[in-house]
């Protein structure tokens, strides 16, 4: 359901918030009338969508939102004596400037990080997600780097829920999605060999980018997660 929730959402607003003021006020009315939508498409559907026939324990989703916060604490800053250290996942939310600029301009955004008088200002990314983060920036107050952390908690959330839910269903009950959540917290050992040996043999192992696993995708890139 919150997968279902973010993107259904997300591409409506998108398209709502084209021809309307992005303010809190119409942030809030277009959430409730989603709201509204969504409930009357369960009514009328004849069967859930997605209906399960068992029911996770409450410890499994206290486990499931665990794991979800390894994601954004890497985006926390970190103080070092007076020195501020950041996690290496904050290369890739130096975006965060997108969600700020569809907070105070709306949308479609324009670039906020290059703009010349010879060129397009638009801004030629898949922003849907900032665009979400953006939501919650403007009803809340926040900056735009607290949505972003917020976002990617919910995002990592939303995805656990999304692979237990595709768990319990494919083998008939919940233990399996246990071994998910331990799954997910799997990583490769390949840099952990590099450390070890140097690059006479780490580097002729680790490619330039390889595959990446849940953990490395959902604290580095949630909007590609999210898609």
Known sequence: APVLGFGAFGAVALNVFHLAPLTSLTVFWVSVLAVICARLAGRLSPLPLFHASVQPPASWFACAAAIALVAP????????????????????????????????????????????????????????????????????????????????????????????????????????????????LASTLLHMISRVTGPWLGGTMIPGHGLELWLEQAAWVPQHLFS
Request: aromatic share 16%; net charge negative.
């Open 73 to 184: 604490l890497t985006l926390l800053p970190q103080e070092f004596g007076a020195g501020i250290g950041m996690g290496v996942p904050i290369f890739d939310h130096v975006k965060i400037a997108i969600v700020d600029e569809i907070a105070q301009n709306g949308v479609p955004p324009e670039n906020p990080f290059y703009s010349s008088a010879a060129s397009d200002k638009r801004l030629v990314y898949y922003y849907l997600w900032y665009l979400i983060a953006a939501f919650g920036s403007v009803v809340t107050g926040a900056t735009g780097w607290e949505a972003d952390i917020a976002l990617t908690f919910c995002t990592a959330l939303s995805s656990i829920l999304l692979m237990g839910w595709l768990t319990a269903t494919l083998s008939g009950g919940w233990r399996a999605a246990w071994w998910l959540l331990l799954f997910l």
